[in-house]
T-cell receptor, first 114, second 111 residues
Framework: GQQLNQSPQSMFIQEGEDVSMNCTSS?????WLWYKQDPGEGPVLLIA?????ELTSNGRLTAQFGITRKDSFLNISASIPSDVGIYFC??????????????FGKGTSLLVTP | DTGVSQNPRHKITKRGQNVTFRCDPI?????LYWYRQTLGQGPEFLTY????????KSRLLSDRFSAERPKGSFSTLEIQRTEQGDSAMYLC?????????FGPGTRLLVL
């Protein structure tokens, strides 16, 4: 599958700070998804983006689908300790063979200190 | 709870043994996916079912791996003659055409 470059690799911030992370690809995607994964658990869907330029919010989370369809970013405002985890971006290219299999980045590890 | 469930959550086995994992998707979803995740990496696609038909396998799915979804509901993933390199988290996801919801995963350790 296509390689997604996710940055930063890790972030160490204080509670209350805003966070921004992004994901880029050499290929075009039709859908971008952002997941959060806690240790020993499966990824949990945070936000789904379906159109280039789309800006979507989910509580303190905001994500955007880049105009070029090759990138996306996720912002977290006013971080709290329970935001700790690994955040993954995933791109999806509809394909009659792969049935919309997701291509994942390597994740951004977020640590929040009280 | 109507989310995706997976069993067992953890499995420790000796090299050469066979293991089987089960996934119960969200009931109204006709698409079911298996992914594998190793430490420090994102999940990697293994295979995909639409209803009971297995429509795609990635090159990661060696001949020792087989997956089934006999009635278009739950799915099983079997690994034969396990190797230490098979140690990973095996994730199942179900969804429609635009989103996928993951289960908690089965963590496999091959000794």
């Amino acid at each position: 599958g296509q390689q997604l470059n996710q940055s930063p690799q890790s972030m160490f911030i204080q509670e209350g700070e805003d966070v921004s992370m992004n994901c880029t690809s050499s290929s075009i995607f039709n859908t971008w998804l952002w997941y959060k994964q806690d240790p020993g658990e499966g990824p949990v869907l945070l936000i789904a983006l379906y159109k280039a330029g789309e800006l979507t919010s989910n509580g303190r989370l905001t994500a955007q689908f880049g105009i070029t369809r090759k990138d996306s970013f996720l912002n977290i405002s006013a971080s709290i300790p329970s935001d700790v985890g690994i955040y993954f971006c995933a791109g999806q290219t509809p394909n009659s063979n792969s049935g919309y299999a997701l291509n994942f980045g390597k994740g951004t590890s977020l640590l929040v200190t009280p | 709870d109507t989310g995706v469930s997976q069993n067992p959550r953890h499995k420790i086995t000796k090299r050469g043994q066979n293991v089987t994992f089960r996934c119960d998707p969200i009931s109204e979803h006709n698409r079911l996916y298996w992914y594998r995740q190793t430490l420090g990496q994102g999940p990697e696609f293994l295979t995909y079912f639409q209803n009971e038909a297995q429509l795609e396998k990635s090159r990661l799915l060696s001949d020792r791996f087989s997956a089934e979804r006999p009635k278009g509901s739950f799915s099983t993933l079997e690994i034969q003659r396990t190797e230490q390199g098979d140690s990973a988290m095996y994730l199942c996801a179900s969804g429609g055409s635009e989103t996928q919801y993951f289960g908690p995963g089965t963590r496999l350790l091959v000794l």
